[in-house]
């Protein structure tokens, strides 16, 4: 079992920037490939960023790339994700997953573990 804690959500202007966290515990992470997946009101889950486990590969969403950036510290059992010049339709629920086979898909069925989400908001 993995569990993955989300931080560094919050309330942030246009064009401001945040940096979420996603902690995980109970088993190493290290091996697996990780994504950001978010949710808005009344939307579907949608994919945002995906690593593979050693971070050499990486692949966005189209709305974000150019903006935002993912990242892990397998030290830390950790991935990251750089939120610049954020956009008020950036604002969601960011959700962060674990992928135990495969390479990191955008597909949110294809994740097995996945955390409580951390709000971000932007406002105009």
């Known amino acids: 079992q993995v569990q993955l804690v989300e931080s560094g959500g919050g309330l942030v202007q246009a064009g401001g920037s945040l940096r979420l966290s996603c902690a995980a515990s109970?088993?190493?992470?290290?091996?697996?490939?990780m994504g950001w997946f978010r949710q808005a009101p009344e939307k579907e889950r949608e994919f945002v960023a995906r690593?593979?486990?050693?971070?050499?590969?990486?692949t966005y969403a189209d709305s974000v790339k150019g903006r935002f950036t993912i990242s892990r510290d397998n030290a830390k059992n950790t991935v990251y994700l750089q939120m610049n010049s954020l956009k008020p339709a950036d604002t969601a629920i960011y959700y962060c997953?674990?992928?135990?086979?495969?390479?990191?898909?955008?597909?949110?069925?294809?994740?097995?573990?996945w955390g409580q989400g951390t709000q971000v908001t932007v406002s105009s």
């Open positions: 997953a674990v992928q135990v086979r495969g390479y990191g898909s955008t597909s949110s069925g294809d994740y097995d573990y």
């Open positions: 109970g088993r190493s992470t290290s091996g697996y490939a």
């Open positions: 690593i593979n486990w050693s971070g050499s590969g990486t």
